[in-house]
Nanobody, 119 residues
Framework: QVQLVESGGGLVQPGGSLRLSCAAS????????MGWYRQAPGKERELAAT???????NYAGSVKGRFTISRDNAMNTVYLQMNSLKPEDAGDYYC?????????????WGQGTQVTVSS
């Protein structure tokens, strides 16, 4: 059974930092592309950052230079370091694991962790 468990969300003041973690189980973690997506109230889920199995990173323009995604394959964990947080960064953050095997795409989601940016 695949499980992605996020942690590290919370309340932070504008300009502050948070580090999100996502612990994966039930998958061969090192083979998966991992990502963080976020969803603000009343808005669609959007990509924040991804990291491929070989470590290539991709960021949404709105977070580039402020967020850093990383992975620890030994710990089966992906992280999102978020600095200089803005009120518009608030929302639910979801961990994603994805792999293509032949013609099939396997896509898994965590339950989400909430980030609130407010003074």
């Amino acid at each position: 059974q695949v499980q992605l468990v996020e942690s590290g969300g919370g309340l932070v003041q504008p300009g502050g930092s948070l580090r999100l973690s996502c612990a994966a189980s039930g998958i061969n973690f090192s083979n998966y592309a991992m990502g963080w997506y976020r969803q603000a109230p009343g808005k669609e889920r959007e990509l924040a950052a991804t990291i491929t199995s070989d470590g290539t990173r991709n960021y949404a323009g709105s977070v580039k230079g402020r967020f850093t995604i990383s992975r620890d394959n030994a710990m089966n964990t992906v992280y999102l370091q978020m600095n200089s947080l803005k009120p518009e960064d608030a929302g639910d953050y979801y961990c994603n694991a994805q792999i293509s095997l032949g013609i099939r795409l396997y896509n898994y989601w965590g339950q989400g962790t909430q980030v609130t940016v407010s003074s």
